[in-house]
């Protein structure tokens, strides 16, 4: 998970947008706030898109996902598969705890 910045009037049109019932489809930019593992603080204040809000039957919202970054290690980050070692490390459930 990560913690993205957005402008005021963003954040006002995403508001908006929800009352109107207008998000489905929406695309909105910010900036990330923290850092992703394994990749540390090379990716903060990286720009980003956002989008793939829905507003369900339930009236709940769903997550917003990053859809991409001009940035070109994070583009490069959300473009490519990458192995489960190399993303989860010690984390890995594959890797051997022997």
């Not at 957005?6 to 995403?14: G, M, R």
């Not at 290690?73 to 890995?92: M, N, S, T």
């Amino acid at each position: 998970m990560v913690w993205v910045r957005l402008p005021a009037e963003v954040i006002d049109d995403y508001v908006r947008r929800v009352h109107d019932r207008t998000l489905d489809g929406h695309r909105f930019e910010g900036r990330l706030c923290n850092a992703v593992a394994p990749w540390g603080g090379e990716l903060i204040e990286a720009p980003v898109r956002l989008g793939g809000q829905r507003i369900g039957a339930n009236g709940r919202i769903t997550p917003s996902e990053v859809l991409g970054s001009e940035h070109p290690f994070l583009a490069r980050i959300l473009r490519e598969q990458w192995p489960a070692a190399d993303v989860l490390g010690r984390r890995d459930p594959a890797r051997s705890t022997s």
